[in-house]
């Protein structure tokens, strides 16, 4: 057996088996669990895209309403 498939089997068992008990430990479904690990792992990852896209827009504003000299005499 390759070592990718060793590495998936065992994030599989041991993965799914922490989603399986704390589920249980709540008393919900698991399938539940694990969507909401899914949801929270897009939103954490778009949320850093968004702070990126404000600041990225917060620095071309900055440059637009502060006007760029071309001389020294434009003082």
């Known amino acids: ?7 998936k089997y065992f994030s599989e068992k041991h993965g799914f088996n922490a989603a ?3 589920a249980d ?3 919900m479904r698991t399938s539940s669990v ?3 690990f899914i949801y929270i792992s897009f ?3 778009g949320l850093w895209f968004g702070v990126y896209l404000t ?8 440059d637009l ?8 005499f434009d003082l």
């Open 43 to 45: 939103v954490t990852a």
């Open 55 to 62: 600041l990225a827009f917060w620095l071309k504003l900055k």
């Open 25 to 27: 430990k709540l008393g």
């Open 34 to 36: 694990r969507l909401f």
């Open 1 to 7: 057996m390759s070592l990718i498939l060793k590495l």
């Open 20 to 22: 399986s008990r704390l």
């Open 65 to 72: 309403i502060r006007g760029k000299r071309t001389s020294v």
